[in-house]
């Protein structure tokens, strides 16, 4: 999902949700029908697919699908990416970044999208959409995705995929989209007076951007699990409607990560365009600034409270997610030596474990040819697999003249 790595500033965190369940009779039945994943080897029809406590049964299945992905990572398509708004910053890397490298060495298949037409109801990014695409390619390369197993490409450059949202939009209703707690909060945190068709649209062209693929593995938080109900809404009804007993799409599954809760240095939501969010790109000096004019708390000695102390909770954990430690290990080493302990730890852990990204970073940085022929070859490989999905689905739906 689109942040699935967020570049847009959004909080890392994992917040509450809620599955909307299937208006129609009929789809509830396929509902419950279609989560039993026997092709994966698991069987969940004992449980409800919404269960009273909520979480439990995705956190399940996500379970049982780590445990599969590294029997057999090869029967497994993943689709994720980010939208072109800036650098990608730390947030993003212990997010999803650190994740997709994961599932890539483990040998799983994966599409990174860079949604390009997601940010064109922001001027300010779409002015300068060329530079943030190159950005996200140069922080992919430098955390690891390898292109040579990994395809990078951009929305726009895949009419075939942008196609799919058309026979999408007719199987998804206005309630329903109306509905959706994430469009809600990108409307309100839009603060516009009123909205684009493409912002309340979002989720329908996110289903087309997984399921082009046939992508049955989408690595989400919590928050984003009603986006990727849309898209497994989408897939069964074109399944039912123009199928005749033939799963022409996959119902995606998620892959549950739980993002650390990670606050710009503010004490705020990280985000670039607030400064308070150390880019994978920021020099060693430039971090040691951010880091050094961070927001702490009155009290001198140092804890992991992030309830209580959530600013130097967040930049203890910051500390331990470079270390490979225990946040409250960290913090009882600092004990009573006070925020400017605290800082030099957080920094020196900071530039320690990014300088390798950085060297990378540059190096890529200095043969722009290269970026520019990774989403070339990103983008044919791309089209290629949107087209073959678009004739089948025409095909399917008795419209290939």
Not at 139 to 152: F, H, S
Not at 193 to 222: E, W
Request: hydrophobic share 40%; with cysteine.
């Amino acid at each position: 999902m689109h942040d699935l790595g967020r570049s847009d500033g959004r909080p890392f965190r994992v917040s509450s949700w809620n599955v909307p369940s299937p208006s129609d009779p009929a789809d509830r039945l396929t509902f419950q029908e279609n989560h039993m994943i026997t092709d994966f080897g698991l069987d969940y029809s004992a449980e409800p697919p919404v269960p009273a406590d909520g979480i439990s049964t995705v956190q399940r299945r996500s379970a049982a699908l780590e445990e599969l992905i590294h029997r057999d990572p090869g029967r497994f398509r993943v689709l994720t990416g980010d939208r072109p708004t800036g650098r990608l910053h730390l947030g993003h890397y212990f997010g999803t970044l650190h994740n997709r490298v994961r599932l890539q060495d483990l040998g799983v298949e994966m599409l990174v999208i860079i949604a390009d037409y997601q940010v064109l109801t922001d001027r300010d990014v779409a002015d300068h959409l060329t530079e943030h695409v190159e950005d996200l390619v140069l922080d992919y390369l430098a955390v690891g995705v390898d292109p040579e197993r990994a395809t990078i490409f951009t929305h726009s450059a895949i009419p075939a995929l942008n196609q799919l949202l058309l026979p999408f939009l007719s199987l998804i209703t206005v309630a329903e989209l109306s509905r959706n707690p994430t469009v809600k909060e990108e409307i309100a945190q839009s603060q516009q007076s009123s909205v684009s068709g493409l912002m309340f649209t979002y989720p329908a062209h996110q289903a087309a951007d997984i399921l082009f693929c046939k992508a049955n593995l989408v690595p989400v938080g919590q928050d984003q699990l009603p986006h990727l109900e849309v898209t497994r809404t989408i897939a069964r009804r074109f399944n039912n409607r123009y199928g005749n007993g033939v799963a022409v799409f996959p119902e995606p599954d998620a892959l549950l990560s739980a993002a650390p809760l990670l606050l710009g240095t503010d004490g705020t939501k990280m985000s670039k365009s607030r400064g308070n969010a150390i880019t994978l790109a920021a020099s060693a000096d430039e971090t040691a600034k951010l880091i050094r004019g961070a927001k702490t708390d009155a009290h001198r000695h140092i804890t992991y409270e992030p309830a209580t102390r959530p600013e130097v909770s967040s930049l203890v954990l910051l500390a331990s997610l470079c270390l490979g430690s225990d946040p409250h290990q960290v913090a009882e080493d600092i004990g009573g030596r006070g925020a400017s302990a605290l800082k030099e730890t957080v920094t020196e852990a900071v530039n320690t474990f990014l300088a390798p990204i950085r060297d990378r970073r540059a190096l890529y940085a200095q043969d722009r040819g290269h970026i520019r022929k990774v989403l070339r070859d990103g983008n044919e490989h791309a089209t290629a697999i949107a087209q073959t999905t678009l004739d089948e689905v025409r095909a399917t739906m008795n419209a290939l003249y």
